[in-house]
């Protein structure tokens, strides 16, 4: 048997787990390759045309493995955390799926609740029972997938540079190079270190997003909201960059709030979609580089005059 997983949406989050999960009860795993042009294409070419370009993205991968697989594995993550709920695009991406792509494989779809180990164990006994009998051995491969998981986290946390930008935006616009267009090489080769919200602990950013009147109820709302304000508050960055998928809503909404948590702080959006071409964003990524580095120039952020430069750069 042949499990395939997509490498699109919260892949780089999951697929530690996953693959060890169903290696464990002694499937094969195969994935799509990285994002690139044939993926993107596909996924524009088997997608509602309003979706995002994530949701996207991911229809091209799931039209890349539906061929090389037995069973698929369909994500439906439903709730991450207590009381905190996720875009509905999470919810009814396998319907999305279901009704643009023809010829899908038995898909492995059962829903996710990863608000604790209790919650995500049934997962992996409904989904394990396509495999094994045993629910011992599902059990056991849980808890092996679980532990691989924790040894490989996702963050990203560079020491040694002069100057540090938090990356900001979710895991599948940050950990995929083809849609932000290399940006983590491009700022490294910059001569710039990253740091991305994971780093943040789930305690900083309950302070931060306890802050808020009213505290968003979107999990990756409330994720990115604290981890900037903490991230700025304790100055463990220079300047934020935050990649965006155009038409994202939870996006709009969390950029206005760090802009208005985080004052003058140095801030770029960089909205990407299906047509972001790469020239356009070396420009901004180089402008907004020079503008940092004169900033620790001008003395502690303030212009000869005394009064502080500008730092916000509008939105692509
Ligand atoms: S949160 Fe935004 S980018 Fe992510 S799937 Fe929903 S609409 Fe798309």
């Not at 060890?20 to 195969?30: D, E, I, K, M, Y």
Request: net charge neutral; proline share 4%.
């Amino acid at each position: 048997m042949t499990v395939g997983i997509p490498k699109g949406l919260l892949y780089s989050k999951y697929h530690v787990f996953a693959e060890s999960f169903f290696r464990a009860l002694g499937t094969n795993v195969v994935t799509s390759p990285d994002t690139n042009k044939v993926i993107l294409n596909e996924g524009v070419q088997h997608c509602v045309d309003d979706a995002c370009l994530p949701i996207k993205i991911h229809h091209g991968h799931v039209q890349w493995l539906k061929d090389k697989c037995d069973y698929l594995l369909m994500p439906r993550f439903m709730s991450l955390e207590k009381r905190k709920s996720l875009c509905p695009m999470f919810c009814g991406l396998v319907e999305m799926v279901k009704s643009s792509v023809d010829g899908l494989p038995p898909l492995i779809d059962s829903p996710i609740y990863s608000l604790d180990k209790k919650r995500l164990l049934e997962w992996a006994l409904l989904s394990g029972s396509i495999f094994s009998r045993d629910k011992k051995a599902i059990a056991h491969a849980f808890e092996y997938a679980l532990d691989m998981q924790r040894r490989h986290p996702t963050v990203l946390n560079d020491e040694g540079y002069t100057q540090r930008i938090g990356l900001i935006g979710h895991a599948y616009n940050i950990h995929d190079a083809f849609v932000n267009m290399n940006l983590v090489k491009k700022l490294h080769a910059m001569g710039i270190g990253v740091v991305t919200t994971e780093s943040v602990s789930r305690i900083d950013i309950d302070i931060q997003t306890r802050r808020l009147y009213k505290p968003p109820f979107w999990y990756f709302a409330r994720e990115y909201f604290g981890a900037a304000v903490s991230l700025c508050k304790n100055r463990l960055v220079d300047g934020f960059i935050f990649v965006s998928a155009f038409s994202c809503g939870v996006d709009s909404v969390v950029i206005e709030l760090i802009m208005q948590e985080t004052d003058s702080f140095p801030f770029m959006v960089l909205k990407v979609d299906e047509h972001t071409g790469e020239a356009a964003i070396d420009t901004r990524i180089e402008a907004f580089g020079d503008m940092l580095k004169r900033r620790v120039q001008n003395d502690n952020h303030c212009s000869a005059d005394g009064k502080h430069m500008p730092c916000r750069q509008g939105v692509f």
